[in-house]
């Protein structure tokens, strides 16, 4: 039998809604406030998920091509 683990998860891919409402309060939920990135869509849906989710308090960046990303 295994002992107990532990690990973290590096990446999550997660589609969100037009508005970014669901995604901004499925992000809410996490107590460590961690780093959000928006690399997929459109920039103006990135723009409009980065505004859904920083009007709940959460930041995230829309990182441009060829932006390294540190730990």
């Given at each position: ?23 901004a309060?499925?992000?809410g ?10 690399v ?32």
């Amino acid at each position: 039998m295994l002992g107990p683990c532990q690990f973290s998860v590096d990446t999550i891919g997660v589609a969100a809604d037009e508005e970014g409402g669901e995604f901004a309060c499925w992000a809410g939920a996490f107590r460590n406030n961690p780093r959000f990135y928006l690399v997929h869509g459109e920039s103006g849906t990135q723009e409009a998920f980065k505004s859904a989710l920083a009007e709940s308090g959460i930041e995230a960046k829309v990182p441009a091509y060829g932006d390294r990303i540190e730990r």
